[in-house]
């Protein structure tokens, strides 16, 4: 399994980004997929998640109605489209993998290195 | 929102001994808890999951216990590869996960 993403970079505020995670190693259109982010020197927080068939798609608080996940199985890519984006958003970008056993998820079972979003006020 | 609250910040421990995390949840999430390593500049690594079950290639020296709001990872003899920062996170209610701020597990 692997995920690698891309697309990070340095904006201003109230500018847009769109993140990218390719993935490899495991069928994509079997499973929800995840944006968790790493504000420098903090801790880990969820940012959005899609469902297997790109069908549903959740977003933290934080982030709602500024960002939108997609995925394009064709291209077994996931995507993360941030707007309007905030000083608060600078953070590395993970994309990650639910680790789904039997219709169930346990958390996330395999994380890409990362992106860095720097948003400059 | 479940807050997951960790203890301590900061953990300092002699190689070959054992360390001892604590995870609390703000309400009851069964066990539905995960683990995490992370080490500097690298991605979380899933470590434990159902608050005691080893993912795919942990050591057994790695343990997981708890349930409800009180969990506990366990490290029974540190190596030097374990020194790292340690999440637990709550998968109780798809996907609103939520993470606990972390343990850094330090070389006494």
Redesign the interface.
């Known amino acids: 399994v692997q995920l690698l993403e891309s697309g990070g970079g340095l904006v201003q505020s109230g500018g847009s980004l769109r993140l990218s995670c390719a993935a490899s190693g495991f069928i994509f259109s079997n499973y929800?997929m995840?944006w968790v982010r790493q504000a420098p020197g903090k801790?880990?927080?969820?940012v959005s998640?899609i469902s297997d068939s790109g069908g549903s798609t959740?977003y933290a608080d934080s982030v709602k109605g500024r960002f939108t996940i997609s995925r394009d199985t064709s291209k077994n890519t996931l995507y993360l489209q941030m707007n309007s984006l905030r000083a608060e958003d600078t953070a590395l970008y993970?994309c990650a993998k639910d680790?789904e056993d039997s219709g169930f998820?346990?958390?996330?079972?395999y994380?890409?290195?990362?992106t860095l979003v720097t948003v400059s006020s | 929102e479940v807050v997951m609250t960790q203890s301590p910040a900061t953990l300092s421990v002699s190689p070959g001994e054992r360390a001892t995390l604590s995870c609390r949840a703000s309400q009851s999430v069964s066990t539905n808890l995960a683990w995490y390593q992370q080490k500097p500049g690298q991605a979380p690594r899933l470590l434990m999951y159902a608050a005691s079950r080893r993912a795919s290639g942990i050591p057994a020296r790695f343990s997981g216990s708890g349930s409800v709001t009180e969990f506990t990872l366990t490290i029974s003899s540190l190596q030097s590869e374990d020194f790292a920062v340690y999440y637990c996170q709550q998968y109780n209610n798809w996907p609103l996960y939520t993470f606990g701020q972390g343990t850094k597990l330090e070389i006494k």
């Open positions: 929800a995840n801790g880990l927080e969820w998640t959740y993970y680790n998820t346990y958390g996330y079972d994380w890409g290195q990362g």
